[in-house]
């Protein structure tokens, strides 16, 4: 059985009280601060989106980035190479042929040279040019070294100069 409203003592959360005012503000604080923590699907579905861009592009990268260090660390391989062939081909005198060829297997990698001896501008001096060629990511690389040699016989004088007395 209710009471009819004139005779209901007055609740101190009924509209219009002060209480009520406060006891409102809080609910809507309460429902702000839960709406601003709360992450909506729009935001987890952008979220996705992104990495499913940037994932790819990171990995693709880091690819990109280990290829290009395995060819640097080759050429490097080669480079070395190619300045052995040179040193051992001055050293033993093997430059006089005009180009001679071989294979150095360095590591798991092989490498295929050219050593090449070529006239220069100037009469005594020739150039001497090792190429080291290798595979790597379905291309051919190639490194070149080069050096100027005195072709001059050990003892005999250079042309145009003279002795002097």
């Keep these: 059985m209710e009471l009819a409203p004139a005779f209901r003592r007055p609740s101190p959360f009924d509209s219009g009280s002060k209480l009520h005012a406060l006891h409102t503000l809080r609910a809507v604080r309460r429902r702000l601060r839960r709406a601003r923590s709360a992450i909506t699907l729009a935001e987890v579905l952008a979220a996705l989106a992104f990495m499913a861009i ?56 092989q490498f295929q040279w050219t050593l090449r001896n070529e006239a220069w501008k100037e009469n005594p001096l020739r150039l001497i040019s090792a190429e080291v060629s290798f595979m790597a990511q379905d291309k051919k690389i190639s490194v070149r070294l080069s050096t100027l040699v005195d072709s001059t016989p050990p003892g005999a004088q250079p042309m145009g100069m003279t002795k002097s007395e």
């Design 54 to 109: 940037v994932i790819p592009v990171a990995i693709q990268g880091l690819r990109v980035a280990g290829q290009a260090g395995e060819v640097a660390i080759r050429k490097s391989q080669a480079a070395r190479i190619a300045d052995k062939i040179i040193n051992q081909s001055m050293v033993t005198t093997n430059w006089s042929t005009s180009q001679q060829t071989g294979q150095t297997i360095e590591g798991t990698t």
